[in-house]
């Protein structure tokens, strides 16, 4: 519980920087702060929803795959594809990750 308050002088110019890199990160003034004075790092993932539907798409791919498989309707099923999906998506994923807001310039 954040039950604890602080006030600190901060130039115009310095407060409009602060309030750009908080909307940049899409974290309250506040918790930017926080996490910056705390060494924390600032993730900003604009790209979460999207890859969390191409996985929900693949799963249900797989389930259908595994579905006919155990009906014996295929027996040989190639995964390569999905395979390279899931790649671009983790390299998408871990390049977002890696591109942290800087608290420093």
Known sequence: ????????????KDLLKIDRKADKA????????IKSALNKPIVNLECGQEIARQLCKIGSNINQLT??????????????????????????????????????E
Do not use: C, N
């Open 26 to 33: 899409k974290l309250t003034r506040t918790d930017f702060l």
């Open 67 to 104: 579905a006919l498989s155990h009906m014996g309707k295929i027996q040989i099923v190639y995964l390569d594809e999905y395979q390279k999906e899931v790649s671009k998506l983790w390299q998408l994923l871990s390049s977002s990750i890696s591109q942290t807001v800087p608290t420093q």
């Open 1 to 12: 519980m954040k039950d604890k308050r602080i006030q600190i002088r901060i130039t115009e």
